[in-house]
């Protein structure tokens, strides 16, 4: 493992599939800004090229907008250029070599040693190459060229500024490569992909796994290093199903992150690193139910900004600190909301019992279905990535379909339907807090700040089985379909509290004390709480994001309140819910 402290971000990138053998590419690449989009006429993949246009250095994986690149620029930016050398030996080109890119925002092309290697759409999902053709015995020229522009409407970008300064809602844009790159040496037939589903109840994991070449896989599952399962499974087509049975069963759960390490054998070839948890995600009519018990999900809405590295975190540390920070608070878990969050975030997840829903950027319009092919592709490349984490208990590709411009149902109806196909096994909301054509779970965003008008507006819930409070506007609540599902808040709350800064944003009149603060957070989780169809809430939010500052930190994750606030957070947090004390087994 080649990699020394002094590069950024040196943790393996990709936690649930390690091998021994790679190369941490983070750290001082040349860059150069192509305001005019015209590199690629200018032929800035030949290496002398590039050198001639005068480029400067950047930190990878930092993007150009942070302050950690060593740029800071801000302003909109059309296309971007990177350059690394890299020296290989021939030992690492003895099999095949895998480059790896965590995320380039938003569509990239990459030449080594001035062939192009290959292209992909798609700023928030991880891809890579077999670049083994491509390289030579020493010293070898990576060039990648990535174009973006949220103004397009023709590519996701979640809450990335779509106007030259941060809006409401919006925040500082990311351009570029802004998750890990490395390189990976593998042997000529290797393993390539895991999927691994936990079956709780028969006490055994079924884990899919695609190869190139080989005959047969073996998967090892331990747990605290004792071997507890050991089962074989022939290849077929490059592709074969591993049926893992336990001898013990040790369950994942919220704040008891029961966990297996598994190894993974390609005949005597290849061997690869990785971990699973056993836990059951059940849907029923009044909830989720997390092992056969009733989860009441007391989340918080995580955006995953920092105002050092935009979208990606400093350090490895920071991310387990955010999920540490909301735990103190007595939350389970967050919705990672409007992005894909980098996987060593859902690393500390699955390693801290921490549940989260799996999300995606809002970007492209819904008005016509050809906005499935600038969405689908790299939310489907995000499932697959991402199945395997025990800590996602759920998928939600959209978010707040309700303005004209978002409603489609041939999209949502499709987006839902194939993320479905992809994992059966965990609940799918269509669209979060908006119109709902087919959805597992109904979710609504209310963010009246009265706790008395809270309950007013859900009031009539309780008399009526088949209505459902909804506050999107009456047009759209036509096309609207409450079937029955489970019903839970996924946004409330968003609270102003800024004294010491004003200028920002929050929802509502802010509280003109702290107290007051702490009686408007009590008494509105207290409402969600004691109601006997709503199954959860989501607080909105971590922390305060530039001009919206409406978050329980400070942006930096510094505290806003005093200790008393952060207690009351924490006593009404933890109340017991109705759900759990009622649950319809």
């Known amino acids: 493992m080649s ?3 002094s590069i950024p971000r040196p943790e393996h990138p990709r936690p649930q599939f390690v091998r021994d053998r790679w190369m941490n590419l983070n750290g001082e690449w040349d860059f150069l800004f192509d305001f005019g989009n ?10 002398e090229r590039f050198k001639k246009a005068e480029p400067r250095k950047i930190t990878v994986p930092f993007c150009p907008e942070s302050r950690l690149s060593g740029i800071g620029y801000v302003d909109w930016i059309a296309a971007v250029w990177y350059r690394r050398a890299v020296t290989l030996t021939a030992e690492q080109l003895a099999g095949r070599v895998i480059l790896h890119f965590g995320a380039v925002d938003y569509h990239s092309i990459l030449w080594i040693n001035e062939r192009k290697v290959g292209e992909h759409r798609g700023g928030y999902s991880s891809f890579e190459y077999d670049v083994t053709d491509f390289l030579c015995e020493g010293d070898n020229e990576i060039i990648l060229y990535a174009e973006d522009d949220n103004r397009t409407k023709k590519q996701p970008f979640g809450k990335q ?5 941060s809006h409401a809602c919006s925040y500082t844009r990311t351009t570029g490569i802004w998750q ?3 390189l990976e040496f593998v042997p000529k037939e290797y393993i390539c992909y895991a999927k691994i589903t936990p079956f709780a109840r028969d006490g055994r994991a079924v884990v899919d796994v695609e190869t190139v070449g080989g005959e047969t896989v073996t998967a090892e599952a331990y747990y605290e290093g004792k071997k507890v399962g050991q089962a074989t499974a ?14 013990e069963l040790h369950l994942w759960d919220v704040r008891q992150p029961n966990l297996y390490d598994l190894t993974l054998k390609l005949d005597g070839a290849d061997t690869v690193q990785s971990y699973f948890g056993m836990r059951s995600v059940e849907l029923k009519a009044d909830g989720l139910y997390l092992n056969g018990k009733p989860l009441f999900m007391r989340t918080i809405l995580d955006q995953g900004f920092n105002p050092e590295g935009i979208y990606t975190a400093p350090s490895d540390a920071f991310l387990k600190h955010d999920i540490e920070l909301t735990m103190e608070l007595g939350f389970n878990g967050a919705r990672l909301h409007q992005r894909v969050f980098e996987e060593r975030s859902l690393y500390w997840a699955d390693h801290l019992g921490y549940i989260v829903w799996g999300e995606y950027a809002n970007g492209t319009p819904m008005s016509d279905a050809r906005g499935i092919g600038y969405f689908l592709p790299e939310w489907m490349e995000t499932v697959r990535r991402d ?3 025990p800590a996602i208990i759920g998928w939600c590709p959209e978010n707040e379909s309700y303005w004209t411009h978002d409603i489609h149902e041939i999209c949502q109806t499709t987006y839902y339907h194939v993320t479905k196909q992809m994992d059966p096994y965990r609940p799918v909301i269509d669209s979060s807090g908006g119109v709902h054509f087919i959805t597992d779970m109904y979710d609504i965003h209310e963010y009246t700040q009265s706790p008395e008008r809270m309950q007013e507006k859900l009031a009539p819930m309780l008399e009526d089985p088949n209505y459902v409070h909804n506050p999107i506007h009456q047009e759209q609540l036509k096309l609207n379909r409450f079937n029955g599902q489970p019903v839970w808040v996924s946004e409330y709350g968003g609270t102003y509290w800024n004294p010491d800064e004003p200028g920002g944003w929050g929802y509502g009149n802010a509280p003109k004390s702290e107290e007051e603060f702490a009686e408007r957070y009590a008494g509105l989780t207290k409402v969600l709480l004691d109601h006997p169809r709503i199954c959860g809430f989501c607080y909105t939010q971590l922390t305060d994001i530039e001009q919206e500052q409406n978050g329980l930190y400070k942006y930096d ?3 806003k309140f005093s200790d008393m606030v952060y207690d009351r957070i924490r006593e009404a947090n933890l109340q017991t819910s109705y759900f759990e004390k009622h649950p319809k087994r």
């Open 3 to 5: 990699m020394t402290n």
């Open 38 to 47: 015209s590199g690629v006429e200018r032929e800035l993949f030949r290496p």
């Open 161 to 165: 500024s779509d106007k030259f300064y």
């Open 180 to 182: 890990t790159v490395w």
């Open 234 to 247: 022939k290849i077929v087509g490059g592709k074969a199903s591993v049926n893992l049975a336990l001898s």
């Open 387 to 389: 199945y395997s984490h």
């Open 557 to 559: 994750r510094s505290r």
